[in-house]
């Protein structure tokens, strides 16, 4: 999960915390002297494109509001790159009866600490990642866990978790109906249902769109297809986040140093549509249109080769592949394992001392 150009400690464990992933990435920015361009304490309000006259270049227009002194200024930039990430707008499902329930309704967004379900019987609405790990915190206070989801976990859970259907409605009395007709009364419902992208500062000169989840049109989910000096770093679903962070700016520092050439923009928007009916084929829906999953490592390789820059080492996929299924099977214990990689260019499973 580390970028390429620099290890995580080797005295950290194979599973971090968020406290280390944020010193991590301190510890990067001063590594490698960023600090210096990173202005903190402040907001963009505004990004739109200024297109030139008489053959003069585009350049965008970025209004910049400081956090302290309120103040709002305006700055032309040659290109701007979008890495607002998308964890931050709540996805809400409509459950009927939802805005009638009497206990605690939160979203994974929210959620700090298990102890706040401290005696509770809590339903959780979704089990990818984040419904996947608070449910084994929530776990250990909760008095039942109701997991509610589309399919079954085949691994082992514990004994208070009961997994069910998702939800069809909630009452004002705190009873849940599933989808298969069974019911609970709970006190908490917590709902682990996803993110919305959201540029609320694009402007609409920027010709960025986003409709279920999907974000048009972009050339290889980076670079803006009607203006290139406008791309995006992070917008795929279910991958390894950070060597194809890494990839993807590379990809964009060689085509705005125009050492690489991007398509025109009816082949890049041509190529989008492929992609596209690709993923319909294989029975997605136009809200994944960002899912990368098996894909991601054919697509590392494609902005690599865009880039003129170093492939991934095939172990990431090896590893990335092995950790998953360990998560599929052993979801109480795969974060328990550690790894290291290998002089030979493998990886291979340690004892921590």
């Known amino acids: 999960m580390a970028f390429p150009d620099f290890p995580f400690p080797s005295e950290w464990n194979s599973f971090l915390s968020?406290?280390?992933?944020?010193?991590?990435?301190?510890?990067?920015?001063?590594?490698?002297?960023?600090?210096?361009y990173i202005q903190f304490n402040s907001s963009?309000?505004?990004?739109?494109?200024?297109?030139?006259?008489?053959?003069?270049?585009?350049?965008?227009?970025?209004?910049?509001?400081?956090?302290?002194?309120?103040?709002?200024?305006?700055?032309?930039?040659?290109?701007?790159?979008?890495?607002?990430?998308?964890?931050?707008?709540?996805?809400?499902?409509?459950?009927?009866?939802?805005?009638?329930?009497?206990?605690?309704?939160?979203?994974?967004h929210d959620y700090r600490h298990p102890e706040v379900f401290q005696g509770k019987h809590l339903v959780i609405l979704g089990a990818a990642s984040s419904g996947q790990?608070?449910?084994?915190?929530?776990?250990?206070?909760?008095?039942?866990?109701?997991?509610?989801?589309?399919?079954?976990?085949?691994?082992?859970l514990p004994e208070n978790v009961e997994q069910h259907r998702p939800i069809k409605s909630v009452s004002g009395d705190?009873?849940?109906?599933?989808?298969?007709?069974?019911?609970?009364?709970?006190?908490?419902?917590?709902?682990?249902?996803?993110?919305?992208?959201?540029?609320?500062?694009?402007?609409?000169?920027c010709s960025i769109q986003v409709r279920n989840n999907r974000v048009t049109h972009l050339?290889?989910?980076?670079?803006?297809?009607?203006?290139?000096?406008?791309?995006?770093?992070?917008?795929?679903l279910k991958i390894c986040p950070f060597p194809q962070f890494s990839l993807q700016a590379q990809c964009i520092a060689a085509v705005l140093s125009e050492r690489k050439k991007l398509p025109a923009e009816e082949e890049m928007n041509a190529d989008e549509e492929k992609d596209y009916r690709e993923k319909l084929s294989r029975g997605l829906l136009e809200?994944?249109?960002?899912?990368?999953?098996?894909?991601?490592?054919?697509?590392?390789n494609t902005i690599a080769e865009l880039a003129g820059a170093e492939l991934l080492s095939p172990v990431y996929e090896d590893l990335y592949n092995h950790v998953w299924h360990r998560r599929k099977k052993f979801l109480m214990d795969y974060k328990s394992d550690e790894f290291q990689f290998t002089t030979d260019g493998t990886w291979a499973s340690v004892q921590r001392q």
Not at 287 to 300: I, P, R, T
Request: proline share 4%.
């Open 133 to 156: 790990d608070i449910c084994l915190q929530a776990a250990n206070h909760a008095e039942t866990v109701y997991l509610s989801h589309k399919n079954t976990l085949c691994c082992k």
């Open 219 to 236: 050339y290889k989910h980076l670079f803006n297809t009607k203006f290139p000096t406008m791309s995006f770093i992070g917008l795929g």
């Open 18 to 36: 968020h406290q280390q992933v944020l010193k991590y990435l301190q510890d990067y920015a001063s590594h490698f002297d960023l600090y210096k």
């Open 44 to 108: 963009i309000n505004s990004v739109r494109p200024l297109e030139g006259k008489d053959n003069q270049k585009l350049l965008w227009e970025v209004v910049v509001r400081d956090a302290d002194t309120k103040e709002s200024q305006i700055l032309l930039f040659d290109a701007v790159i979008v890495c607002n990430g998308h964890y931050f707008v709540p996805q809400m499902p409509v459950i009927p009866g939802l805005e009638s329930f009497p206990g605690l309704v939160m979203h994974s």
């Open 174 to 205: 705190g009873t849940v109906l599933f989808e298969d007709g069974q019911e609970r009364k709970v006190d908490a419902i917590l709902l682990c249902t996803g993110y919305n992208f959201s540029f609320p500062f694009l402007h609409d000169d």
């Open 287 to 300: 809200k994944h249109a960002h899912v990368l999953g098996d894909k991601q490592w054919d697509y590392d």
